[in-house]
């Protein structure tokens, strides 16, 4: 059995969590386009390949443009580097972005930034330079 494409992958990472960010499920997502909540595990996975116009039923749902699904994808020709999806999600992730996203001062979200960057040890990180 051959490997789903990296793009699928990616693709379909790129629908969960923007599903998720929609704070929408699986199920809904899935009555919403007609399809199974299994069919948008698969579609998640990278297992089924997501179709052009189901993309757009997807992007529409969920008020992106299509193009967002693909974003942070690089092009393995023209001597760019491979697409690299080894980075995952995690639901906390996602969660924490919505969370510091509701923030409306931008001093704060500064500062919760700025305290992140202090815990560099926790996290397994390196410090990052300040960017102010």
């Given amino acids: ?21 929609a704070r929408m499920s699986q199920t809904a ?27 757009f039923q997807f992007a529409e749902i969920l008020g992106v443009e299509v193009a967002h699904f693909f974003r942070g994808a690089e092009v393995r020709n023209r001597g ?13 992730d996602v969660e924490l972005v919505n969370q510091i996203a509701g923030i409306r001062s931008a001093k704060m ?4 930034i700025d305290l992140i960057d202090c815990l560099p040890a926790a996290s397994g990180r390196r410090p990052r330079a300040s960017t102010r």
């Avoid at 979200?109 to 919760?112: L, S």
């Fill in 80 to 92: 760019g580097p491979a697409l690299d999806v080894t980075r995952q999600l995690e639901r906390a």
């Fill in 109 to 112: 979200k500064r500062a919760i």
């Fill in 29 to 55: 997502l899935a009555d919403a386009v007609g399809v199974s909540f299994q069919q948008v595990q698969k579609y998640e996975k990278g297992t089924n390949r997501i179709s052009a116009s189901r993309l």
């Fill in 1 to 21: 059995m051959n490997s789903p494409h990296p793009i699928d992958v990616h693709v379909g990472e790129r629908v969960r969590i923007t599903r998720l960010a």
